[in-house]
């Protein structure tokens, strides 16, 4: 047994985070651990590397013992970790980075030479090109993620811990991570791999264990279990699919929403497109193909070049996101922890920040008013837990993903049209198909919209009314709802013109 955990618990105060766990990962085995948020997931793999400290059970690294681990002795047993929040000093190198804390040297000296090689070389075996020599300053999520990736692979190590390491990847650079996992397997590492994406655990895990309130609820061989049975498990119940009867099917009867005519920005354009009235329409594209790009272009966040933007009040070009917001658009960026949210604080703060001009008395919070707000946006997400009081940064995941875009759903009266950036990337299954209903609820009355970037064609296939898909910065096709496939929608990314609709 490579390595295992057995009977592991940890509380925090009178709340149970792990309560027993067992789990066992074999020499060459690639173990899938599932769950939703909040499930214990994160804090079972901060016990591994030592970040946290279990209250009672053991953990064994080959034919060591531990109670505990601290992180120095994590890392001497071989551990290592590839957080979902990148721990990367953005001022050095990828080569400076790959080897922080662990430089080869000759005496008092850095081997600077043989670092960048190896770096690029593993880099490389990634599919990943970047300049080894330049500061990270300006290099995309989909690089930095690889870039963590080749970090821990350098450390040699006994066991390795991936957590959503795919989250900011294209299907390209995925593909290479799958490559590059099943070559390790050949070599007998094991991997633990955490994913909300199943159709990653199907293609590539040996074996799945699934955490729900704390507990191991299920633990098997992959090949033996089917898709409904482990989406029943993660969220103890079965999730009903989107049907398509159930979505607008995009009438553009009385005329769009907003019309969006020859686009430019740096890396975009020219791109022109419409957005009905009540639909939810989706933006597909590989990394690079100016997805978040548009979107921050249409809000004012990144400078537009040409091009104008209608939202029934004649055509502007907003010059800043308050200007966005004064037309009636609104922006959630993917990365919610950095750009959407506050994490120091409360969830009311959060989830009302949009709103306080409407709630207020002058200069002063009603906060009776407020309260009330609150417990009905939190209500209609599902919140968990509903505490108006709760610092953000303590909810998981999938909640605090929840309070972002419930600013803009449930409070927010001025917004016409959202826009949003990867609205479930990092977020399990249940809170997933909240989030789609959430969705579907906004636009039902037909006098709102959403925009919303995904990089998975399943996603896209369950929410979206009609989908954009975008190739090098240009806008090369427009699927309706009833042909979004995975084929179509990866066929116009890749610009290739036998399939699907292509716009001159």
Same mark, same amino acid.
């Given at each position: $047994?490579?390595?295992?955990?057995?009977?592991?618990?940890?509380?925090?105060?009178?709340?149970?985070?792990?309560?027993?766990?067992?789990?066992?990962?074999?020499?060459?085995?690639?173990?899938? +651990?599932?769950?939703?948020?909040?499930?214990?997931?994160?804090?079972?793999?901060?016990?591994?590397? @030592?970040?946290?400290?279990?209250?009672?059970?053991?953990?064994?690294?080959?034919?060591?013992?531990?109670?505990?681990?601290?992180?120095?002795?994590?890392?001497?047993?071989?551990?290592?970790?590839?957080?979902?929040?990148?721990?990367?000093?953005?001022? +050095?190198?990828?080569?400076?980075?790959?080897?922080?804390?662990?430089?080869?040297?000759?005496?008092?000296?850095?081997?600077?030479?043989?670092?960048?090689?190896?770096?690029?070389? $593993?880099?490389?075996?990634?599919?990943?090109?970047?300049?080894?020599?330049?500061?990270?300053?300006?290099?995309?999520?989909?690089?930095?993620?690889?870039? %963590?990736?080749?970090?821990? +692979?350098?450390?040699?190590?006994?066991?390795?811990?991936?957590?959503?390491?795919?989250?900011?990847?294209?299907?390209?650079?995925?593909?290479?991570?799958?490559?590059?996992?099943?070559?390790?397997?050949?070599?007998?590492?094991?991997?633990?791999?955490?994913?909300?994406?199943?159709?990653?655990?199907?293609?590539?895990?040996?074996?799945?264990?699934?955490?729900?309130?704390?507990?191991?609820?299920?633990?098997?061989?992959?090949?033996?279990?089917?898709?409904?049975?482990?989406?029943?498990?993660?969220?103890?119940?079965?999730?009903?699919?989107?049907?398509?009867? %159930?979505?607008?099917?995009?009438?553009?009867?009385?005329?769009?929403?907003?019309?969006?005519?020859?686009?430019?920005?740096?890396?975009? @354009?020219?791109?022109?497109?419409?957005?009905?009235?009540?639909?939810?329409?989706?933006?597909?594209?590989?990394?690079?193909?100016?997805?978040?790009?548009?979107?921050?272009?249409?809000?004012?966040?990144?400078?537009?070049?040409?091009?104008?933007?209608?939202?029934?009040?004649?055509?502007?070009?907003?010059?800043?996101?308050?200007?966005?917001?004064?037309?009636?658009?609104?922006?959630?960026?993917?990365?919610?922890?950095?750009?959407? $949210?506050?994490?120091?604080?409360?969830?009311?703060?959060?989830?009302?920040?949009?709103?306080? @001009?409407?709630?207020?008395?002058?200069?002063?919070?009603?906060?009776?008013?407020?309260?009330?707000?609150?417990?009905?946006?939190?209500?209609?997400?599902?919140?968990?837990?509903?505490?108006?009081?709760?610092?953000?940064?303590?909810?998981?995941?999938?909640?605090?993903?929840? +309070?972002?875009?419930?600013?803009?759903?449930?409070?927010?009266?001025?917004?016409?049209?959202?826009?949003?950036?990867?609205?479930?990337?990092?977020?399990?299954?249940?809170?997933?198909?909240?989030?789609?209903?959430?969705?579907?609820?906004?636009?039902?009355?037909?006098?709102?919209?959403?925009?919303?970037?995904?990089?998975?064609?399943?996603?896209?296939?369950?929410?979206?009314?009609?989908?954009?898909?975008?190739?090098?910065?240009?806008?090369?096709?427009?699927?309706?709802?009833?042909?979004?496939?995975?084929?179509?929608?990866?066929?116009?990314?890749?610009?290739?013109?036998?399939?699907?609709?292509?716009?001159?």
């Amino acid at each position: $047994m490579a390595f295992a955990v057995e009977g592991l618990f940890k509380s925090y105060g009178a709340a149970a985070v792990l309560r027993g766990v067992d789990l066992a990962v074999e020499d060459g085995e690639i173990h899938a +651990l599932l769950g939703a948020n909040g499930a214990g997931k994160s804090t079972l793999i901060k016990c591994l590397s @030592g970040a946290e400290t279990p209250d009672a059970g053991r953990i064994r690294i080959g034919d060591a013992n531990f109670p505990s681990l601290n992180p120095r002795e994590a890392r001497e047993a071989g551990v290592a970790v590839v957080y979902q929040e990148l721990s990367l000093a953005l001022s +050095l190198t990828a080569a400076d980075n790959i080897f922080l804390g662990r430089e080869k040297r000759i005496g008092p000296f850095v081997r600077k030479s043989a670092q960048r090689r190896i770096a690029v070389d $593993m880099l490389q075996d990634l599919g990943v090109q970047i300049d080894v020599d330049s500061d990270l300053g300006s290099v995309g999520n989909a690089e930095l993620q690889s870039i %963590e990736i080749v970090k821990a +692979l350098a450390s040699n190590p006994k066991v390795l811990i991936l957590d959503e390491p795919t989250a900011a990847l294209s299907e390209r650079e995925a593909n290479r991570l799958a490559d590059r996992l099943k070559q390790l397997k050949k070599l007998k590492l094991p991997v633990l791999y955490v994913t909300h994406r199943l159709s990653e655990v199907f293609a590539l895990a040996d074996r799945v264990t699934i955490l729900r309130g704390g507990l191991a609820v299920l633990s098997g061989r992959v090949a033996d279990l089917s898709h409904e049975e482990i989406v029943a498990a993660i969220v103890g119940r079965s999730v009903d699919r989107l049907r398509p009867d %159930e979505r607008n099917l995009g009438s553009d009867g009385n005329g769009p929403l907003m019309a969006v005519r020859d686009l430019v920005a740096n890396g975009i @354009g020219p791109i022109s497109f419409d957005v009905r009235p009540g639909e939810v329409l989706g933006v597909f594209g590989l990394v690079g193909s100016g997805r978040t790009e548009l979107l921050e272009s249409l809000f004012g966040a990144r400078d537009v070049l040409g091009g104008t933007i209608d939202l029934g009040k004649g055509a502007v070009r907003p010059k800043s996101p308050s200007e966005a917001y004064s037309c009636g658009l609104a922006l959630v960026p993917s990365d919610r922890l950095r750009k959407s $949210m506050f994490p120091s604080l409360t969830a009311a703060d959060n989830l009302l920040a949009s709103s306080f @001009g409407h709630v207020a008395q002058g200069c002063v919070r009603r906060r009776t008013r407020e309260q009330s707000l609150f417990g009905d946006a939190a209500a209609n997400l599902n919140l968990q837990p509903r505490r108006p009081d709760l610092e953000a940064r303590r909810f998981s995941g999938g909640n605090q993903q929840k +309070l972002v875009l419930g600013r803009w759903l449930n409070s927010a009266k001025d917004c016409r049209v959202l826009l949003l950036d990867e609205p479930t990337q990092g977020v399990d299954v249940g809170a997933r198909s909240e989030i789609y209903a959430a969705l579907r609820a906004a636009v039902a009355a037909g006098d709102r919209a959403v925009v919303a970037t995904s990089s998975e064609p399943e996603e896209l296939m369950q929410i979206a009314d009609r989908v954009i898909v975008l190739s090098h910065g240009r806008l090369v096709g427009v699927l309706d709802s009833r042909d979004i496939t995975e084929k179509r929608l990866l066929a116009l990314a890749h610009a290739v013109e036998d399939e699907g609709k292509l716009l001159s």
